[in-house]
């Protein structure tokens, strides 16, 4: 398979738009790692946020489960 093509969907696996993989794959045309990395990172910031979110979530339905159960 084409390196590229393979780094297009593993940006696209990690909630890339197809406008920040372009910007992505561009970075990488140019040999900017920096920027490549900068992009990586935010959105690992991202997705942690979205996993907090939802632990919360998660936190909040367990609690109400455990109250109804316990009446």
């Known amino acids: ?5 393979e ?7 990690c ?3 197809a406008e ?3 910007e992505f794959l561009d970075y ?4 900017n790692a920096d920027l490549q990395l900068h992009m990586l990172r935010q959105r690992r910031k991202e997705i ?3 996993v907090h979110r939802s632990g919360k979530q998660v936190d909040c339905i ?3 489960i455990h109250e ?3 009446d």
């Open 1 to 5: 398979m084409d390196i590229r093509k």
């Open 15 to 17: 909630g890339f738009t």
């Open 62 to 64: 367990d609690y109400m």
């Open 28 to 31: 990488e045309r140019k040999g």
């Open 7 to 13: 780094l297009k969907e593993c940006l696209t696996d």
């Open 48 to 50: 942690l946020q979205e």
């Open 20 to 22: 920040k993989s372009l």
């Open 68 to 70: 109804i159960h316990a």
